[in-house]
C-alpha cells in the first residue's frame, strides 16, 4: 500500500529552485529509480482517485468546515471558463461564486485589492499559486506565498495546515 510509504527518505527531494517535477539527483533511468518513480505515480493517481469528489477530504474538516475561513479564487481564465472548470473539477463547494474572481482584463494585482477592500486588511491572507504574478502581488501586500510546483508542495501545504501554520 502507498500510504505507508516514506517518500521523506526515497531521494526524489528536488533541491533546484522553482523545480518543475520533484525528482531525485540519482541516476535518472536506473532500475532503482524507476520503481521509485512508478510508485510516486502510483501514490499520485491512488490521492486523486481518492479526492477527486472530495476535494475538501484533502485538507480535513478542521480547515475546510472552518467558518471564518473563506476560499478565494483569482485565475487569469475568463469568467465564465472558470466557473464551468470548477464545476467540473467538483470545486463548486470550495468555492462559492462570490469568491471566483477573473483577472483576464484587470490583472491579479487589481483583485488582490478588490479582495482585501471586501474582507479587510486586518484578515489573514495566504496566496497559494505557482506563477510570479501572485507571488508579487503576495509580496506587495505583505501575505504569505505558497508554492505549488508539484505533488510535494501539495502534500506540504496540506501538512502546514494540519499543523496551523498558517
Not at 483569482?74 to 469568467?79: G, Y
Not at 461564486?97 to 477573473?102: G, K, L, V, W
Not at 474582507?119 to 497559494?128: H, L
Request: overall charge positive; hydrophobic content about 35%.
Amino acid at each position: 500500500m502507498t500510504s505507508t510509504y516514506n517518500f521523506s527518505t526515497d531521494g526524489f527531494h528536488s533541491t533546484a529552485p522553482g523545480a518543475s517535477l520533484c525528482l531525485g539527483t540519482g541516476v535518472h533511468g536506473g532500475v532503482d529509480w524507476m520503481r521509485k518513480l512508478a510508485f510516486r505515480y502510483r501514490r499520485v493517481k491512488e490521492m486523486y482517485n481518492t479526492y477527486r469528489n472530495n476535494v475538501g477530504g484533502l485538507i480535513g474538516a478542521p480547515k475546510r468546515e472552518t467558518p471564518n475561513c473563506v476560499n478565494v479564487l483569482v485565475t487569469t481564465t475568463q469568467l465564465i471558463p472558470a466557473l464551468a472548470k470548477v464545476l467540473l473539477y467538483g470545486l463548486g463547494s470550495v468555492f462559492p461564486i462570490e469568491n471566483i474572481y477573473s483577472a483576464t482584463k484587470t490583472g491579479k494585482e487589481s483583485c488582490f485589492e478588490r479582495i482585501m477592500q471586501r474582507f479587510g486588511r486586518k484578515a489573514v491572507y495566504i496566496v497559494i499559486g505557482d506563477g510570479v504574478e501572485e507571488e508579487q502581488g503576495a509580496k506587495k501586500h505583505n501575505m504569505p506565498f505558497w508554492r505549488i510546483s508539484c505533488h510535494a508542495d501539495l502534500e506540504a501545504l496540506r501538512h502546514a495546515l494540519e499543523l496551523e501554520y498558517l
